[in-house]
Every structure is written in C-alpha cells, then in structure tokens.
C-alpha cells in the first residue's frame, strides 16, 4: 500500500475554509486544475453515495463519497479500481482549526494500491494534483 498526504495551513478561520471546500460537488469551484463537476446521481454533496464526475480530456472520472462529517469537517472519497494505475484508492480531505491563530489546518491525504512499475508516476500525479489544490485555496484566503 502507497500513500500521498499534503497539508497547508490556510490564513482563515477553519469554518470559512469548510464553507468554501465543505461540498463534495465544489472540488472545482476552488482547484484550479479541475474542472467544474456535474453530478453522477441525486444525491446532494454532502450524501454518503454522492457520485461528481470530472471531464477530463478524453477520459470521464467518477469519484464517489464514502464519509461526510460535518463536525469534523471531513469527508473521504474513492475511484473505481484501474485509475491512474490505482486499485483501493481511498482519499480525504479535512480542515482543522489553528487556535493560536485563528486559521485553519487543511489536510488532503490518500492511500492506494499500485504496481511497482506505475509508483512513482501515479504518486506524483496525486501529490500534484493535492499540492495544486492546497496552494491554490491558501491563495485564496490570502490577506
């Protein structure tokens, strides 16, 4: 089992940046490498079962929500098994307050199988796309 986890501390309190992020449907209302998703089914993006799917090239990607906390303000995702060269691809993204400062912890982390020979492709694709992601809502917050 491989693993990718990028962190970022976002100059905001935790409750605004959940807000921003906080909707499974919203991925690329704030990534900038991603676009706008439609909706696979009627569920809402805070529905366990909830499906987005991405247009991305010639290539369509369903991402399907596992867990969804409120409270907590985090929720966990996965793929179908062969993306990317990933099998049990399971991703969360969570925001947690920075008391001291009134900002906010985001964290953006995943776990997956993958072959030896697709490691090191398919681990910078995922770290890619968290980093661009993370970078992108820091900037947005910033002052």
């Given at each position: 089992m491989a693993g990718?986890?990028?962190?970022?501390?976002v100059e905001a309190p935790a409750g605004k940046v959940w807000e921003l992020i906080g909707d499974f449907h919203a991925l690329?209302?704030?990534?900038p490498d991603l676009p706008p998703s439609r909706r696979g089914n009627d569920l809402g993006g805070t529905a366990v079962g909830a499906v987005r799917l991405f247009e991305l090239g010639d290539t369509e990607?369903?991402?399907?929500?596992?867990?969804?906390?409120?409270?907590?303000?985090?929720?966990?995702?996965?793929f179908a098994d062969g993306t990317f060269q990933l099998s049990t691809y399971r991703a969360?993204?969570?925001?947690?307050?920075?008391?001291?400062?009134?900002?906010?912890?985001?964290?953006?982390?995943?776990?997956?199988?993958?072959?030896?020979?697709?490691?090191?492709?398919?681990?910078?694709l995922v770290h890619g796309v968290f980093?661009?992601?993370?970078?992108?809502l820091r900037e947005r917050f910033a002052g």
């Open positions: 990718t986890t990028v962190s970022t501390v690329g209302a704030w990534h990607l369903g991402e399907t929500l596992l867990a969804y906390d409120d409270e907590a303000r985090s929720y966990t995702y996965t969360t993204l969570r925001v947690v307050p920075v008391t001291e400062s009134d900002a906010a912890f985001v964290e953006w982390s995943a776990t997956y199988d993958v072959e030896q020979e697709h490691r090191e492709a398919s681990t910078a980093t661009a992601g993370l970078g992108a």
